[in-house]
Each structure stands twice: as C-alpha cells, then as structure tokens.
Nanobody, 120 residues
C-alpha cells in the first residue's frame, strides 16, 4: 500500500504565494511520475503540473510562469510553489503518483486533497 500525504494549502490573498508538499510512503519500488491536479467546484479535475517518467516537467497553460514543481527523490516528495495566485486558482489540489510497487505492478495513487482558496 502507498500513501500520498499533502500539506500546505490554505487561504491567501490574490498575488500571494503558497507551497504545497506531497510525500509518498509505503511499499514503493519506484515512482514513475508525480504531479499535481486540481478540481474547482463544478469543474473537472485538471493537471496543474507534473513530472513525466523521463523527468521532464509539464504545466497547465494557466499556471505557466507562476507555479513551479520540484521534487526531492530521496524523500519521495514533490512540491508545488505557487506564486502570483489568482482567485481562479481556488480549488482542491490533489497529489498524484504513478507508483511501481513491484517488478510487475504499477498503480495510480491519489492524495486526500488540500484546499487552496485565493481571495480577491
């Protein structure tokens, strides 16, 4: 079993910053990819930023230049630094990991979500 535990959400004024963290633990053989998604009320969950299996990063157009994803492989942790936050960034942010738990098994895992609220 693998757990993804997020932290760092909260309430911030427009223009402010927040840093989200997501730590993976459990029966981890290797981590293929990790990233952040978000879901606003009444909207579908969308990719915000992520690392691919090759180690490159990708970002949603709406956050490019404002958000930065980083990771600490030794800690199985991924971070999302969010700057110049806008009210439209308000959402529940979810950590996602594609985790190999054995030579033959790879599964998707999700964190419990952390609320980010940006006031205008």
């Amino acid at each position: 079993q693998v757990q993804l535990v997020e932290s760092g959400g909260g309430l911030v004024q427009a223009g402010g910053s927040l840093r989200l963290s997501c730590a993976a633990s459990g029966s981890i053989f290797s981590i293929n990819s990790m990233g952040w998604y978000r879901q606003a009320p009444g909207k579908q969950r969308e990719l915000v930023a992520g690392f691919t299996s090759g180690g490159s990063t990708n970002y949603a157009d709406s956050v490019k230049g404002r958000f930065t994803i980083s990771r600490d492989n030794a800690k199985n942790t991924v971070y999302l630094q969010m700057n110049s936050l806008k009210p439209e960034d308000t959402a529940v942010y979810y950590c996602h990991g594609l985790v190999r738990t054995s030579w033959s098994r790879t599964n998707d895992y999700w964190g419990q979500g952390t609320q980010v609220t940006v006031s205008s």
